[in-house]
């Protein structure tokens, strides 16, 4: 792979966009070790400073893992939502979103998920749903375990959905919700009662892609008066500002 001399002008961020032009079109793949730091320097005729500020430009962005050690180095991941996840975590966190804003997404896309993956059921997806509703009515032994439990039936559907955006946005969400209410610490059966799953999951089986969309809207609704206390309490504990 040759890369072309850079400016001096924009020396980090030309080396950030063709690294990153090189690991999407395929040239380096996941589990790949980038060439050294003095071999790309040279490559780029470029400092060996620029090339590492490269690096954490890309490792920031979800591209890279850098590994200390003998064997370590610049490593090529693989390209997941990941980031977009953490970057959704850090706008809530820095007050730049809030959850009656993420509730209202919630109820724009989760019913549409829902009618997508009634239309996609299969024998599988209707197992796996039916074994995630098993699962919530096991005892609770942690707040996050019971949690994730009761997420189990959306991100099921999210993946049924066929829409990789829906689904990258879902996870998000999801992962968000987590943590409000790990940070919170409610009664979870009170925040989320057993059971309440029940309608969507029989609709979506069923293949009544109405019926699942109208179930998803009524869930959502519920759940999210509930999330939108949860976040005033979360943010008068971390002294955030109000929306």
Do not use: W
């Not at 959850?99 to 989760?110: D, G, K, Q, S, T």
């Amino acid at each position: 792979m040759q890369f072309k001399p850079v400016k001096q002008s924009r020396i980090s961020g030309e080396v950030v966009e063709q690294l990153k032009h090189s690991i999407i079109s395929g040239n380096f793949k996941a589990g790949d070790k980038l060439p050294s730091e003095r071999e790309l320097a040279e490559e780029f005729h470029v400092s060996r400073l620029a090339i590492r500020e490269a690096i954490r430009t890309l490792e920031n962005s979800g591209f890279i893992v850098t590994r200390s050690g003998a064997n370590g180095g610049a490593f090529v991941t693989e390209l997941t939502f990941d980031y977009l996840i953490n970057a959704f975590l850090d706008l809530f966190s820095t007050n730049n979103i809030s959850i009656p804003e993420l509730h209202h997404v919630r109820l724009i896309i989760e019913p549409e998920v829902a009618r997508l993956a009634a239309l996609n059921i299969t024998p599988e997806y209707a197992k796996q749903l039916k074994e995630a509703m098993e699962i919530e009515e096991l005892s609770i032994i942690s707040l996050s375990l019971d949690v994730d439990r009761k997420q189990k039936v959306h991100f099921i559907l999210a993946q049924m959905c066929g829409n990789r955006f829906l689904e990258a946005l879902m996870r998000s969400l999801l992962k968000l919700t987590k943590r409000v209410v790990e940070a919170v610490n409610p009664d979870v059966d009170t925040v989320h009662p057993r059971g309440m799953h029940g309608a969507v999951v029989e609709a979506v089986v069923a293949g009544n892609s109405e019926a699942a969309h109208e179930a998803m809207k009524k869930h959502t609704l519920a759940f999210g008066e509930y999330f939108i206390k949860m976040e005033k309490t979360y943010r008068e504990r971390n002294s955030l500002t109000p929306f």
